[in-house]
């Protein structure tokens, strides 16, 4: 079935940066963009920002400009989200999302990942 | 870009309607027709129920509509069960290739 699996829970001290993984499988991984959403304990969705599998061509939220890098492998059909400098407010469920095949701005997620807790600690 | 405003709770009895609001401004909601709602249960993954403003993928009830006016954009839940307490989100384009969701309303059934 199609689906997207996330890489386990993750525990970095701050200034550290933090690599989480989406696998996707039971479609074509280039044919369809991906998002990454975050979610802070208690708090709503933050969304970070978008790859496209097929040229690996991003675009990042305003916020998080200067501190995430989002890649892929197409080779084992995974994306990345990668972010540095880490802080305590970093501390949240972190979401890829499959997009739209050819609308990244449509806002339609319809398969998500089972989540990623990361967790900023000292 | 600020999350769009929703109000933070709601409430209904099984079988009413409800209606879930979602106010931005002409450089989001009401510059697009780019609205999509999510369902998010405790612990769980949001779950795609409206997109384009008032389209349901398949699977989900007709139960759920969507609907915008202006700036403001609207999820509607009819017949309201059990299983649908659970918060909800919104998320509309904002321009410059970005997306923004709205802050979240958790929707309690009495």
């Known amino acids: 079935q199609v689906q997207l699996v996330q890489s386990g829970a993750e525990v970095k001290k701050p200034g550290a940066s933090v690599k989480v993984s989406c696998k996707a499988s039971g479609y074509t991984f280039t044919g369809y963009y991906i998002h990454w959403v975050r979610q802070a304990p208690g708090q709503g969705l933050e969304w970070m920002g978008w790859?496209?599998?097929?040229?690996?061509?991003?675009n990042y939220a305003q916020t998080f400009q200067d501190w995430v890098t989002m890649t892929r492998d197409t080779s084992i059909s995974t994306a990345y989200m990668d972010l540095s400098r880490l802080r305590f407010d970093d501390t949240a469920v972190y979401y890829c999302?499959?997009?739209?095949?050819?609308?990244?701005?449509?806002?339609?997620?319809?398969?998500w990942g089972q989540g990623t807790m990361v967790t900023v600690s000292s | 870009q600020s999350a769009l405003t929703q109000p933070r709770s709601v409430s209904g009895s099984p079988g009413q309607s409800v209606t879930i609001s979602c106010t931005g401004t002409?450089?989001?909601?009401?510059?697009?027709?780019?609205v999509s709602w999510y369902q998010q249960h405790p612990g769980k993954a949001p779950k795609l129920m409206i997109y384009?403003?008032?389209k349901r993928p398949s699977g989900v009830p007709d139960r759920f509509s969507g609907s915008k006016s202006g700036n403001t954009a609207s999820l509607t839940i009819s017949g309201l069960q059990a299983a649908d307490e659970a918060d909800y989100y919104c998320c509309s384009y904002a321009g410059n290739a970005d997306l923004v969701f709205g802050g979240g309303t958790k929707l309690t059934v009495l």
């Open positions: 384009d403003v008032s």
């Open positions: 002409s450089s989001d909601v009401g510059g697009y027709n780019y």
């Open positions: 999302a499959r997009g739209s095949n050819n609308c990244p701005t449509c806002g339609i997620f319809d398969i």
């Open positions: 790859i496209n599998p097929n040229s690996g061509g991003t």
